[in-house]
């Protein structure tokens, strides 16, 4: 028997149609609407591209006027600058609103105080109010520090709060509130002198009065006491609620210690430098 892997296979015949006008115009037909489709295909593709495109340029566009406005310079005119404040708010982060806002603040106290208006752009304002922002948290945390350290080694108790007479060349009304300061040592250092701040304040925590520096000397011991007499001058301009008899609070700080062994706290510089902060101009 003769092997069939050496046999021919036999030719697909063709088909009977190919030979026939109906045929050939189905492949012509067939080729035309292959061509459309591909030719719809790269019209579809060049539009995606072109929306893309289009897209692309529309957002560089947005990004440029956005980029501008945020280098515009701030107007000197309130009105002006509000308005262009405005028209920025949508593209700022909650931070940089909050910053900005702080930064106006700022400049219309300045501006109220007779000072020049800064050329600054938003961008720059908002930069410069972040930067202050730091100086002013570095400035409370030492203050802070400082007049913790403090208060662990001196403890203030205020007592005999009394309506005095006073020498009128001392008081507008001849009359004074006096009141006495149990100083204690409870640190482990001698103390040679304190300063204090004593601040006045009504019933519901308003500010009256203050004395900001008020000096004693020393020496105190660890664990000793001693006792001190002051009075506050008063004036009715100003301190009527006191002179009426009203419940008055008085809290003191110990703001500067100086101790036997050389060392010092200063609270009061800290303060000191808090308060040129918030005079610093802006330019």
């Known amino acids: 028997m003769k092997s069939i892997f050496g046999a021919r296979r036999p030719r697909p015949e063709p088909n009977p149609l190919e030979a026939t006008t109906v045929w050939k115009e189905y492949q012509k037909a067939k080729e035309h609407k292959a061509k459309a489709v ?3 295909r790269k019209t579809l593709a060049g539009i995606a591209l072109g929306v893309l495109a289009v897209a692309g340029i529309v957002a560089a566009i947005v990004a440029l006027v956005l980029g501008y406005q945020r280098e515009q310079t701030l107007p000197s005119d309130a009105r002006a600058r509000a308005e262009l404040v405005n028209a920025q708010d949508a593209k700022l982060s909650d931070d940089e609103k909050r910053l900005l806002t702080r930064f106006l603040a ?20 908002i930069e410069l109010q972040r930067s202050y922002d730091n100086d002013v948290a570095r400035a409370q945390t030492r203050y802070q520090q400082q007049l913790d350290a403090a208060k662990a080694d001196v403890r203030i108790d205020v007592r005999e709060r009394s309506i005095v007479k006073e020498d009128p060349a001392k008081s507008a009304d001849g009359k004074s509130l006096r009141y006495a300061m149990d100083v204690n040592n409870i640190g482990k250092r001698a103390i040679d002198s304190l300063t204090l701040r004593v601040e006045f304040r009504d019933s519901s925590g308003k500010y009256l009065a203050a004395t900001p520096n008020l000096e004693l000397k020393g020496p105190l011991k660890p664990g000793e006491s001693g006792r001190t007499a002051q009075t506050l001058p008063l004036n009715p301009k100003y301190h009527q609620y006191i002179l009426d008899g009203g419940t008055v609070q008085i809290s003191t700080y ?27 101009k802006i330019e």
């Open 106 to 125: 700022r400049l219309q106290a300045q501006e109220a105080a007779g000072g020049p208006a800064p050329k600054v752009t938003i961008a720059k304002a």
């Open 254 to 280: 110990p703001v500067q210690v100086v101790y036997a062994d050389g060392a010092n706290l200063d609270a009061d510089q800290e303060l000191k430098a808090l308060e040129a902060l918030s005079r610093l």
């Open 38 to 40: 591909g030719a719809r």
